[in-house]
């Protein structure tokens, strides 16, 4: 059973543009929330990550939004650029330590 | 990448042979995970370490056992391997408990014929 969800499965936009990648919950045990980046061939890399009593996080173009009522939280991808080009996948961690990871979203920015 | 090894980076073996993965980290980190990933599935996890000798099942375990001898060696078996292994297989590190990053290894294609 796929404890995080994710959408969409791919996305393509404009160099320029707003990438934007959804992940939905069911356990509220859930403490912390990272984002990942994998370029292919490559493992996987630490991209940004949230707590639940925060609402927003912010990196440079990166931004998490984290709705803990709605046990949801996304990820923006501000100006985005050819080589964000990459697959992105959202985790949950409870208290065990291991992550669980949504199915991933292929994005693909455009010049 | 936390100074993680994988080894080797690619193999073909044959249905029913037996198979290990190796993973060597250099950062003493305590934590140590096995995912493997397929498309439309994501990283799911294998198995994982909290210590020397301390090991865990994950959420797809079955035909899988691990060994962790020493703090920077964390091994991945196949029993008996099956066309349904055929997977790219991730080791991943980390520090301890409340230091949350999770480092990944650069992976192992595993096709079993």
């Known amino acids: 059973q796929q404890q995080v969800k994710q959408s969409p499965q791919s996305l393509i936009v404009q160099k320029g543009g707003i990438s934007i990648i959804n992940c939905a919950y069911e356990?509220?045990?859930?403490?912390?929330f990272p984002w990942y980046q994998q370029f292919p061939g490559k493992g996987p890399a630490l991209l940004i990550a949230i707590r639940p009593d925060v609402s927003e996080k912010k990196e440079g173009r990166f931004t998490i939004s984290f709705n803990k009522s709605a046990k949801q939280f996304s990820l923006h991808i501000m100006d985005s650029q050819p080589g964000d080009s990459a697959t992105y996948f959202c985790?949950?961690?409870?208290?065990?330590?291991?992550?669980?990871f949504g199915k991933g979203t292929s994005l693909l920015v455009t010049p | 990448d936390a100074g993680i090894t994988q080894s080797p980076r690619h193999k073909v073996t044959e249905t029913g042979t037996p198979v290990t993965l190796r993973c060597h980290q250099t950062?003493?980190?305590?934590?140590m995970y096995w995912y493997r990933q397929d498309p439309g599935h994501g990283l799911r996890l294998i198995h994982y370490?909290?210590?020397?000798?301390?090991?865990d099942k994950g959420e797809v375990s079955d035909g899988y056992s691990v060994s962790r001898s020493k703090t920077e060696d964390f091994l991945l078996t196949l029993e008996s391997a099956t066309s349904s292994q055929t997977s790219v297989y991730f080791c991943?590190?980390?520090?301890?408990?409340?230091?949350?990053?999770?480092?990944f290894g650069p992976g192992t294609r595993l096709l079993v014929l």
């Open positions: 370490s909290y210590g020397v000798k301390d090991t």
């Open positions: 950062e003493n980190h305590r934590y």
């Open positions: 356990n509220t045990a859930f403490d912390y």
């Open positions: 985790a949950a961690r409870n208290s065990g330590y291991a992550l669980n």
């Open positions: 991943a590190t980390q520090a301890d408990g409340t230091v949350q990053t999770q480092y």
